[in-house]
């Protein structure tokens, strides 16, 4: 791997995980915190990208996971999220 590659990977990876976060921060403050996964998917295809580049994995089924995942874990991040707010709304 060259030390190119492995720049390129890991400035795709901040751009999508930065990206991904602004993305859904505003979603969830503008009330659309239903159609913020969605939103990820772009965000996830970066961040797949980038992770294809520095590992060597293959590009199109890195980027097809990274779409998948990326908003799967932002729907349980959120879900974690409104629990907490709940209960400590409860006490």
Same mark, same amino acid.
């Given at each position: 791997?060259?030390?190119?590659?492995?720049?390129?990977?890991?400035?795709?990876?901040?751009?999508?995980?930065?990206?991904?976060?602004?993305?859904?921060?505003?979603m969830?403050?503008?009330?659309?915190?239903?159609?913020?996964?969605?939103?990820?998917?772009?965000?996830?295809?970066?961040?797949?990208?980038?992770?294809?580049? +520095?590992?060597?994995?293959?590009?199109? *089924?890195?980027?097809? *996971?990274?779409?998948?995942?990326?908003p *799967?874990?932002?729907? +349980?991040?959120?879900?974690?999220?409104?629990?907490?707010?709940?209960?400590?709304?409860?006490q």
């Amino acid at each position: 791997m060259d030390p190119v590659s492995i720049a390129v990977g890991a400035a795709l990876l901040l751009l999508g995980a930065v990206g991904a976060t602004v993305s859904q921060r505003g979603m969830e403050q503008r009330g659309r915190a239903t159609l913020a996964p969605l939103s990820l998917v772009p965000f996830g295809i970066l961040m797949g990208a980038g992770a294809a580049m +520095i590992r060597g994995w293959d590009l199109w *089924v890195s980027m097809a *996971v990274g779409a998948v995942v990326v908003p *799967v874990v932002g729907v +349980i991040g959120r879900m974690i999220e409104v629990r907490r707010r709940r209960r400590q709304s409860g006490q």
